[in-house]
T-cell receptor, first 114, second 112 residues
Framework: DSGVTQTPKHLITATGQRVTLRCSPRSGDLSVYWYQQSLDQGLQFLIQYYNGEERAKGNILERFSAQQFPDLHSELNLSSLELGDSALYFC?????????????FGEGSWLTVV | GQSLEQPSEVTAVEGAIVQINCTYQTSGFYGLSWYQQHDGGAPTFLSYNALDGLEETGRFSSFLSRSDSYGYLLLQELQMKDSASYFCAVPGLNTGRRALTFGSGTRLQVQP
């Protein structure tokens, strides 16, 4: 158990809908990272927040957004969902403002868009 | 640009030794990390190399050659539970080195 908690574990929704994925980082970690993993794309970095502020942006679609709250939990919002958004979404955390050598992943949220 | 190359799949038998290679292209270098991921599970940190040479952690070792832009993960005394995907990763240029960029992963199958 990494100490990173993600909910929900599984989610099935229809195209065009909107979902919110939630992440609680390890106690004391200020950075939260979101990654998307699909079969043909590997682990793709989406976005990072550090202590409530956006720090780095990767291949995140405009339909996706995220935020980190004062209690350091983070939410990833996915809207106007398409079939291709079906993937495993991971949250990871670290104590630093950069990834350093180690980040700790949650168990992921499986999203299926039908 | 930045890229990480790994073999897509490796097969070995229980008790054997296997080496998973990773070559990278990046301007500047801030260390090479290795992660393990079982099917349906979360990636977990295995090893990190910032300097040339071998780092050993139990049955797993990781090697780095910065001059060759090359590293490898060495798994000894393979067990069935080592069947998983293994990813090398470096701090991503496109993230200001704030987030890890992962290779496409090597799927290791350990056979009895």
């Amino acid at each position: 158990d990494s100490g990173v908690t993600q909910t929900p574990k599984h989610l099935i929704t229809a195209t065009g809908q909107r979902v919110t994925l939630r992440c609680s980082p390890r106690s004391g970690d200020l950075s939260v990272y979101w990654y998307q993993q699909s079969l043909d794309q590997g682990l793709q970095f989406l976005i990072q927040y550090y202590n409530g502020e956006e720090r780095a942006k990767g291949n995140i679609l405009e339909r996706f957004s995220a935020q980190q709250f004062p209690d350091l939990h983070s939410e990833l919002n996915l809207s106007s969902l398409e079939l291709g958004d079906s993937a495993l979404y991971f949250c990871a955390s670290s104590p630093r403002s950069d990834s350093g050598n180690t980040i700790y992943f949650g168990e992921g949220s499986w999203l299926t868009v039908v | 640009g930045q890229s990480l190359e790994q073999p897509s799949e490796v097969t070995a038998v229980e008790g054997a030794i296997v080496q998973i290679n990773c070559t990278y292209q990046t301007s500047g270098f801030y260390g090479l990390s290795w992660y393990q991921q079982h099917d349906g599970g979360a990636p977990t940190f295995l090893s990190y190399n910032a300097l040339d040479g071998l780092e050993e952690t139990g049955r797993f070792s990781s090697f780095l050659s910065r001059s060759d832009s090359y590293g490898y993960l060495l798994l000894q005394e393979l067990q069935m539970k080592d069947s998983a995907s293994y990813f090398c990763a470096v701090p991503g240029l496109n993230t200001g080195r704030r987030a890890l960029t992962f290779g496409s992963g090597t799927r290791l199958q350990v056979q009895p």
